[in-house]
């Protein structure tokens, strides 16, 4: 039997046809990649580090809004909501969580899912934190950068007593909640009693605690100060280098950020090239890569940076010695 179609039915069922193809074509399409960015500390100040992060995801083809999407997550220094903010991106269905310069952030992700992918930076030992079995081989589901900033914290002590020689009485700022905090402490004070040098302590774990910091510098006649890697004390960079200023106290700070809005010398990793290395990792474990088998980076080169302009500020004779050490001398 033959059957006849109209011609209004046959537009009928190919305009159908014309619907339901898109309709089928885009549920076919793979669903974008979501990156979880858990930050412990505040966006505003970490804008240029987040740059980077991008710059490479983008070094190993992806682009954010693109073919990949990213879900941000800030603490602003209240370390006890990490738990609750991993938690509300693992509900989001993040495909991988990211943490940034910080070991509580990490610790967060890792208690809160063993299946999602974690890419750390981490000051402290990641092994000594118990978020990898071994560098080599972190055996589990996080991987990452470690910045081995507290094994060359007497190497900073060193250079700041190197530009005034004549110092014996220095402090560190400490944040005791932040990573190897402990360990830095005692490291820094067994530095210091073997020179024959007396070493403060000063803890900060807000704002306003550090104002109180340099209150007690001058309080206790300290001759240098020595910042310690933290999130806190890098959000605060700012405040932390007009304070020293405005108190005419010599500091050493871990790394360049500082010394380019003002500070007096820093020696450390490039957080910026750090940044950028996570990023890659990120991609490497969107790509399919595992973190189990990823090796755990250390950083290979450390740069001593002295900012010329706020030694003269300060009335500091920059010795010729420690300028043929530096990588930069900003003038």
Do not use: C
């Not at 537009?11 to 898109?22: H, R, S, Y």
């Not at 669903?31 to 858990?38: A, F």
């Not at 250079?159 to 402490?185: C, I, Q, W, Y």
């Amino acid at each position: 039997m033959t059957v006849t179609i109209g011609r209004r039915e046959l537009l009928a069922a190919l305009g159908g046809a014309a619907v339901a193809w898109p309709l089928a074509a885009r549920a076919q399409q793979p669903t974008m990649p979501v990156i979880g960015y858990l930050n412990e500390g505040a966006a505003e100040p970490g804008t240029n580090f987040l740059a980077e992060f991008r710059k490479g995801l983008g070094d190993a083809g992806y682009f954010e809004g693109r073919n990949v999407a990213i879900e941000y997550r800030w603490a602003y220094n209240q370390g006890e909501r990490l738990p609750e903010l991993a938690a509300d991106l693992i509900r989001r269905g993040v495909n991988v969580i990211v943490t940034p310069g910080s070991g509580a952030a990490a610790r967060a992700a890792k208690a809160a899912t063993t299946t999602i992918p974690i890419v750390f930076s981490i000051v402290a030992d990641p092994v000594q934190t118990g978020l990898v079995a071994s560098l080599n081989r972190p055996g589990g589901n996080a991987t990452g950068i470690g910045y081995m900033s507290t094994d060359i914290a007497t190497k900073r002590l060193g250079l700041l007593h190197e530009l005034k020689p004549h110092a014996s009485h220095f402090a560190m700022l400490v944040n005791p909640r932040g990573d190897d905090a402990e360990r830095l402490t005692k490291e820094l004070k067994e530095a210091a009693s073997a020179a024959g040098w007396e070493m403060e302590v000063l803890t900060a774990t807000s704002i306003p605690d550090i104002d109180m910091a340099f209150e007690a510098l001058v309080q206790k006649q300290v001759d240098a100060l020595l910042v310690n890697p933290n999130i806190l004390f890098g959000n605060r960079r700012v405040q932390l280098v007009t304070l020293a200023t405005r108190y005419a106290m010599p500091a050493m700070y871990p790394d360049r950020q500082y010394t380019e809005v003002g500070g007096l010398m820093s020696y450390g990793t490039r957080i910026l090239d750090q940044y950028r290395q996570l990023g890659i990792y990120t991609a490497r474990v969107l790509g399919g890569e595992k973190p189990a088998d990823l090796p755990v980076m250390q950083p290979t080169k450390f740069e001593f940076v002295i900012n010329f302009q706020t030694a003269k500020t300060l009335g500091l004779a920059v010795p010729a010695t420690l300028r043929a050490l530096a990588d930069e001398v900003i003038e």
